[in-house]
């Protein structure tokens, strides 16, 4: 069984800084396109970043040079490290994982930056 868990949400200040984490079972991350996404209250789920099986990186233009994605062979984990975090980056963060697996993805956790 698939299973995609986020972990590390909460709240910050604004220029704070948070890492994401999500932990999967079931699948071999390195084989997937993983990616994260957000939807803020009553707007579109929108990509934040993701990582492809060859290590290659794409951000949103909103977060280019604030947030980085990465991914731990050995744990199995993908991270999403953000930092110079805005208001307009609350939002409830999601994993996702495309491969030959299809589409999957995590419950989500809340990220919320005060100004």
């Known amino acids: 069984q698939v299973q995609l868990v986020e972990s590390g949400g909460g709240r910050v200040q604004a220029g704070g800084s948070l890492r994401l984490s999500c932990a999967a079972s079931g699948i071999i991350l390195r084989t997937n396109v993983m990616g994260w996404y957000r939807q803020a209250p009553g707007k579109q789920r929108e990509l934040v970043a993701s990582?492809?099986?060859?290590?290659?990186?794409n951000y949103a233009d909103s977060v280019k040079g604030r947030f980085t994605i990465s991914r731990d062979n050995a744990k199995n984990t993908v991270y999403l490290q953000m930092n110079s975090l805005k208001p307009d980056d609350t939002a409830v963060y999601y994993c996702n994982a495309r491969g030959l697996i299809g589409d999957r993805w995590g419950q989500g956790t809340q990220v919320t930056v005060s100004s």
């Open positions: 990582i492809t099986t060859g290590g290659n990186t």
